[in-house]
């Protein structure tokens, strides 16, 4: 039962290289998000897909483009990768909704991408 | 002010001490209320989700104030393993999203 994948799990970029990070759930899960983690900020949201076929932005969307592929998949682009981006970058996915508000997160083990 | 704030600490406590941290949220909306903990280098894994009357769950209680808008946890009888660093989370009442808290950081000293 692999919950959240991501793959890769290490990645190393020189600034300018563009770049997509996978996301993958088994859970059957609706709604799945993908966040940044920088020493000092905590976890901040970049973009989430509340369902299949529909995505928005959060807390800083800048530099990044998403695409939910279908249920399972939800992935994460970098354009033009700047030294900013480096950073712990997770997915997450959720079985949420505004009935069952009290479902939790699951986190995949992160991408740890390095812009020289 | 931040939707979210926790104690950064490092909290350092010696093995089988009681430990408690605070959380402190500024959305009255806030609904949904978590605790995670982050092991180094690792993702964060939902400790547990946090009830308006309180839970348990062995030896980690979580507490709910909505009056003074701040969750609680307490570890009793702390273990070694209990090192990690420590997420307060909210969710605002009809939101997809949830705002995390900068953690704060636990070791447990032998």
């Known amino acids: 039962n692999a919950g959240v994948t991501q793959t890769p799990k290490f990645q190393v970029l020189k600034t300018g290289q563009s770049m997509t990070l996978q996301c993958a759930q088994d859970m059957n899960h609706n709604s799945m998000y993908w966040y940044r983690q920088d020493p000092g900020m905590g976890l901040r949201l970049i973009y989430y897909s509340a369902s299949e076929g529909t995505t928005d932005k959060g807390e800083v969307p800048n530099g990044y483009n998403v695409s939910r592929l279908n249920k399972r998949e939800f992935s994460l682009r970098l354009e033009s990768a700047a030294p900013s981006q480096t950073s712990v970058y997770f997915c997450?996915?959720?079985?949420?909704?505004?009935?069952?508000?009290?479902?939790?997160?699951?986190f995949g083990d992160g991408t740890r991408l390095s812009i020289l | 002010r931040k939707e979210v704030e926790q104690d950064p600490g490092p909290f350092n406590v010696p093995e089988g001490a009681t430990v408690a941290f605070n959380c402190t949220y500024s959305?009255?909306?806030?609904?949904?209320f978590f605790w995670y903990r982050q092991d180094c280098r690792k993702e964060p894994k939902l400790l547990m989700s946090?009830?308006?009357s309180g839970n348990e769950d062995g030896r980690f209680t979580a507490q709910l104030n909505r009056a003074s808008q701040y969750i609680s946890l307490l570890i009793r009888d702390s273990k070694l393993s209990d090192s990690a660093t420590y997420l307060c989370?909210?969710?605002?009442?009809?939101?997809?999203?949830?705002?995390f808290g900068t953690g704060t950081r636990l070791t447990i000293i032998p």
């Open positions: 989370v909210v969710r605002n009442f009809g939101n997809e999203k949830l705002t």
């Open positions: 959305n009255s909306a806030s609904q949904s």
């Open positions: 997450a996915s959720s079985e949420v909704g505004r009935v069952n508000s009290n479902q939790p997160q699951h």
């Open positions: 946090v009830y308006s």
